[in-house]
């Protein structure tokens, strides 16, 4: 465990040796969590990072689920539209 200091205005540094580690990069976006008293700082995960650690997943299948879920909520955002304005009229 590493000791690190906040500043006046609720800044921190991540000591570099973490920042290398996880491949930390300036602008990078981090996702905080409290959970019971617990703060933690994750990096976003890159799906690619995965391959080879979680023998099941198949990231060509995964994009192809993503992108067709994201169609069909597509459709029903439409067809929400439509009722309203049906219902408008």
């Avoid at 906040?6 to 959970?35: H, T």
């Avoid at 979680?54 to 029903?76: A, F, M, S, V, Y």
């Amino acid at each position: 465990m590493q000791k690190i200091r906040m500043s006046r205005r609720g800044q921190i540094v991540i000591p570099a040796n973490i920042r290398k580690k996880y491949n930390l990069k300036e602008g990078e976006i981090l996702f905080i969590e409290d959970s019971e008293g617990i703060i933690k700082l994750k990096p976003k995960t890159k799906f690619r990072s995965l391959c080879g650690t979680w023998p099941e997943l198949d990231i060509d299948t995964i994009t192809k689920e993503i992108i067709e879920d994201r169609e069909r909520e597509e459709e029903r955002e439409k067809e929400r539209e439509k009722l309203i304005q049906e219902m408008i009229k």
